[in-house]
Every structure is written in C-alpha cells, then in structure tokens.
Nanobody, 121 residues
Framework: QVQLVESGGGLVQAGGSLRLSCAAS????????AAWYRQTPGGQRELVAN???????NYADSVKGRFTITRDNAKKTVYLQMNSLKPEDTAVYYC???????????????WGQGTQVTVAS
C-alpha cells in the first residue's frame, strides 16, 4: 500500500555531509510520524531521529546538533541531513513512517529498504 524509496547514502570522509531522502508513494491519506533508524552489522536497530505531524522532533544523543530530520508533506518525503559525520555513524539507515490507510485512516507502520552510509576516517 505504501512504498518507501530511500536515497542519498554513500561513502563520505569524516567531517563531511550527506542528505538522505525517503519518498513515499502509494495509496494513503497522509503520514503521521516519520523517523530514521540505523543498524550496524550485528547490532540492533536504533532510533536516530523522529518527527511528529505537529513538527516535534527528537534525536538520539549521539547525533544531536549534527543531524536534522525534516519532512515535506506535499512531496510525501522525509529527509535526514547529516553533518559533521563520524566513522561511528557508519550504518544502514532505514526510513520509517506511519501512514494512514483505508477509509478508516488506520495508522500502519512502513519501512524503507535501507541505504548504506559509510564514513571513512
């Protein structure tokens, strides 16, 4: 019902920047919350940042002041601007949205396929 396509990952030197995008398509009535998670090999998926429909944002302590989550509701796209990247930011980054589905606007969780971010020291 909802497809999420992520882009913007890649290889960057420490101190550099990347912007991840997550474009939503399909049949839904809107996105309530949106978030970015990341996962390293053998590690658990951890929350990086999230954004409510009202605009409230929360960040993991490890990325505060460096990462910014934004959303363009008209374009149905969520972004993660990542500045001052560190080698420990290396991970697969996943987009997560809660979209309103069907005639009852049921909130349903959807995940992107993940995009690799590698930060070289």
């Amino acid at each position: 019902q909802v497809q999420l396509v992520e882009s913007g990952g890649g290889l960057v030197q420490a101190g550099g920047s990347l912007r991840l995008s997550c474009a939503a398509s399909g049949s839904f009535f809107g996105i309530t919350s949106a978030a970015w998670y990341r996962q390293t090999p053998g590690g658990q998926r951890e929350l990086v940042a999230n954004s409510s429909r009202s605009g409230m944002r929360n960040y993991a302590d490890s990325v505060k002041g460096r990462f910014t989550i934004t959303r363009d509701n008209a374009k149905k796209t969520v972004y993660l601007q990542m500045n001052s990247l560190k080698p420990e930011d290396t991970a697969v980054y996943y987009c997560n949205v809660v979209a309103l589905i069907g005639s009852t606007w049921l909130p349903v969780d959807f995940w992107g396929q993940g995009t690799q971010v590698t930060v070289a020291s």
